[in-house]
């Protein structure tokens, strides 16, 4: 058995919410998995698709 550490990188999509700018994060999706539908707001119930992608 290895004794070395293992590493798994994560893709983190930081979203800000268009009606309360409440933040928050999902975590392993794509850019294709996050257009097209409507997402709500985990602080304010909004729900929206996302507007806007802004590169890091
Ligand atoms: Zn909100």
């Known amino acids: 058995m290895s004794t070395e550490h293992t590493a798994y990188i994560e893709t983190l999509a930081h979203v800000n919410c268009g009606e309360c700018d409440g933040y ?24 929206q698709p996302i507007g806007e992608f802004v590169e890091s």
């Open 24 to 47: 928050w994060g999902l975590s392993d999706i794509t850019k294709a998995d996050l257009s097209g539908t409507e997402w709500s707001c985990p602080h304010c119930g909004h729900s």
